[in-house]
Structures are given as structure tokens and as C-alpha cells.
């Protein structure tokens, strides 16, 4: 697939990097030319020095040939111009749009963005998916990872695994037969640096990192039974008031009024504004510093804390102002990572939980890029494998078989089945039907094999 990518920042880099590596073709716009010649000396792209909304720039990217736009500057109304320009001039397929502004989401102005207006297939607010995320993983005190599927009835947690899981060394196939109304499959397991597809006589050992796919409403339960025995968080301090700062202080005071929440900002002016917006409510207060100072870590009564959030736009503020909460005190540590040098870092410095933005840009783009039988894709495990959510059509290959008989290949695990209201364990003797909605876990290099289980099969033609 020809694909134009209006933006060489950290967003667009690691769409262009996932895209890239997928054997599509990929050409990168961007007016800061150390930008362009950084991305096309480091990935498989084609780069381009300009405007990605002027006519030239995109007709020299290919435009009049490329199937899909993705516009994430800096710049709405260069990303909202880039895709109207793309449709009318060039007939490009698929536009999508980041869009920061939050009035421009408002539910009143729809319309703006329709085939006869602004002609947006998709608007990405990465900012708003990192802040739902990091509200996810709020209320799952316990789990490293969340992802929701199937309309939010189906949840995948990443939980570490430590000595004091009570579930260590038992066959997960026992697992099953203790808990046999709970709807829940182990359907990755990361053990060092391999990934595991687990069957029914393998065990879950201490260390190991696993996904677990359940009903959304056992999620607890689950976390319960692996030794997650973690409070919602009430005292909450954080670092960081931008967009995603935001957001989060905004949604946790409508939806808990119970919280205390403490601000960090190092920006003055950015400090006096969320105060002046959230301190009247009484369960807020702002601190204008570095949430690396640790006398303005002390005043935020970190040591007091059951969570700290680094929601800043600096990785290494994030990381290391995480790291000192943690010394100080705080029961558990959150941070948001753009890149993935310091997503290395996160879990040996002993961050709890960490969000990477760009993954959840990529996640809604790849459904675009691959195919309209993938609801959901969600890379995980640093991009080593994905959580998929696929829709069994009438053709594909998969339905109709039992799943012993469907020549699952390796890499691939099938975890629950959405049918109606009903959710299915997936086993052997399960039989996919039209209609359904399947969560699996698969490795990346299995991601062909998913599409040819699920795509329309060419035996129906």
C-alpha cells in the first residue's frame, strides 16, 4: 500500500516505522529537513522536505497514487487541510487526521469532519487515548497493561507475576478446571526475552509477564486470584498539567469525587491555569516546580501517595521524577514513554506501569491499514507480538471448524469469543461461527497468518 505521512515527529516516526516494516510504501512529509533526513536514514521510507496541506508537496509524495493519508503535525488545521486537499485533488482513499484541540471533538461540530466538509476518514487525539489509558489503568490497580475490547465487555491486563502468586506451578489447564465459571485465558506469557504461546500443561512461573483476556467485569476477580491485591489508588500526585494532565485531572475529579489528587507543573504559566480551572473543586492542589525537586516532592506529600503519574513531555523527567516518587515513598509509579530507549529503561529502574503514545496512534491506524475484518490491534511487548480483536466473516477460512482443526499456526492464541451477549473460553472443541468477535494474542511475525485465517476466503468466489 502506498502510504503519505504528513509529519516526521515522534508520532509520525513510529507510524512510519510500524507501516515501514510491514512491506508497505511509505513517504514521509516534514518542513524541519533534520527531521526528514533522520527518519529516511533510520527506516525504509522516502522523505520529503515541505507543507504536507500544499498541492505540490503532496503531488511530488505521490499522492495522485498513494491509498492512504496520514496527516500528525504539530498543526490541526495542517493535518484538517492535508486530508481535504488529498481527497479533493488527488482521490486518496483513506485520510486520517490527528486533531489536538479538544473544541474542534465536540459532538456538535461531527459534522466538520464528513465527505462533504473536511472528507476525514479517522480522527486520531493521541492525547485523549493516553489519558483513557492511563484511566484504565487506574482502575485496574494490579495490572501493567489494559486494553479494552468488543465495546468494552472484553479487557486484556499485562500483570507481572511475582513469588507470591498463588497460582504458581499449576497447569493452567487445572486453572481452568478451579475456576470454571470464570471466563478468562492466559494467551502470552513474555519469560525473559522469549514470548511463550502457552498450551494447557504449561505453568505460569515467577517472573513472568503475562496477557490475560476476560470478561471485564471478573477483571478484578482475575487480578485477585494472581496475587494483585492492590487498592484503587485515592492519593494521587502528578507531574505534568498538559493536554494529557489535563484530561486525567478532569476525569478523575467527575468520576471520583473521593480523590485527592496534587498537580506538579513546571510551567508557570500552565500551572496558574489549571489552578484557576480545578482548585475551586477543593480536592485539588497545584504546585508550580520540577517534579525532580525533591523539596517540592516533600510539599507534594509524595511519600503519602498510592500512585504518581509523570504525564510531562519529557521521557527523562518522566522516568526519573517516577524513580524518585518511588524512593520517596509512593506505593506505585506510572509514566508516560515516547521512545522506546527509555521503555528499556522503565522496568529496571522499577516503574510500575508505563504508557507508550505512540502505540496507541499506531493501533488505530494499522485497522485501516490491514483490513476492515480487524476491529482492534494493540501492539504490545515492545511490538514482539499484538492483541487482536477480528470479526469472522461468512467466508473465512477459520469459521465453521472446530479450533483443533483450524490449523491455528504457531505464534497464535485464541483467548475469548464474542457471540450476541455471550463470551466464550476458547478451546479446542470451539467452533467459530459468522459474526463472531475473536480476541487472540499473535506474535508479529504471525501477523499474515492472522489475516489469512480471518480475511474472505477466495474459495467463496
Known sequence: MKIIICGAGRVGRGIARRLSAEGND???????????????????????????????????????????????????????????????????????????????????????????????DLIISPEVAVGEMVMDRISLPGAQDVMHFAERRVVAMGVQLDEHCPVLGTPLSELTALFPDLVAVVVAIRRGEEVIIPRAEDELEAGDFIYIVTDVEDARRVLHILGQEETEARNIVMAGAGNIGQFVAERLLRENGSVRLCIIEADRKQAEEIARRLEPDGHVVVLHGSALDTEVLDEAEVRQADLFIALTNDDKVNLLSALLARQQGAARTMSLISSLDSAALAGPLGIDSWIDPRAVTVSSILQYARGGFLRRIYPVLGEAGELIEAEALETSPIVGRKLREAELPDGVRIGVIVRGKELIRATGDTEIRPGDDVILFARADRREDVARLFRVSLEYF
Open 26 to 120: 511509505v513517504t514521509v512529509i516534514d518542513v524541519e529537513p533534520s527531521l526528514v533526513q533522520t527518519i529516511s536514514d533510520e527506516l525504509d521510507v522516502q522523505g520529503i522536505v515541505g507543507h504536507g496541506s500544499h498541492p505540490d508537496i503532496l503531488e511530488q509524495a505521490g499522492a495522485d497514487s498513494a491509498e492512504m493519508l496520514i496527516a500528525v503535525t504539530h498543526a490541526d488545521e495542517v493535518n484538517m487541510v492535508a486530508c481535504k486537499i488529498a481527497d479533493a485533488l488527488f482521490g486518496v482513499t483513506t485520510r486520517i487526521a490527528r486533531v489536538r484541540a479538544q473544541s474542534y471533538l465536540r459532538k456538535q461540530y461531527q459534522n466538520l469532519f464528513s465527505r462533504e466538509n473536511l472528507a476525514i
